[in-house]
């Protein structure tokens, strides 16, 4: 949950997790770091279900080519610009809630997420992240007597 003045947004809470661990949302302190050099940071959905968690990002306006993901080590960040929309030729803006600027959010992922299977697309205004989740990794040890 996000709560924003007009200055900087920053996260109510240090992390939300979803069942499995699979992903969280980077620490407050992260968040307000961003949020200094930012215009904003939007909200995002966090499901969990049918083998893989699932990131919801609004994003209207903004299409594949504007959007950047990448994986450093154990944390995923998500760039992207957006643009305010185009008015007449002459009009003169009165009032704006529209966001537009360049914006960051970092997720922290576990290690059960599959990073090579990473997916994500862009449909009705909506950053969809799929994140399927690792085969659980086991291995038998042999005991032995000496």
């Known amino acids: 949950m996000a709560t924003c003045d007009d200055t900087k947004c920053t996260l109510t809470r240090e992390a939300e997790r979803t069942e499995g661990g699979a992903v969280s949302v980077a620490s407050e302190n992260e968040t307000e770091a961003i949020a200094e050099r930012l215009t904003f940071v939007p909200a995002v959905d966090i499901v969990d279900g049918d083998g893989a968690t699932r990131l919801l990002m609004d994003r209207p306006g903004v299409d594949t080519d504007g959007v950047d993901i990448d994986i450093d080590q154990d944390i995923m960040t998500i760039r992207a610009k957006s643009a305010a929309p185009e008015t007449c030729s002459g009009c003169k803006l009165v009032y704006s809630e529209y ?46 007597t000496t």
Do not use: M
């Open 99 to 144: 966001r537009v600027g360049d914006y960051q959010r970092s997720f922290s992922l576990s290690e059960n997420v599959d990073k090579d299977k990473i997916t994500a697309t862009v449909k009705n205004g909506v950053l969809e992240v799929v994140l399927p989740k690792a085969a659980p990794v086991t291995k038998k040890i042999t005991v032995t």
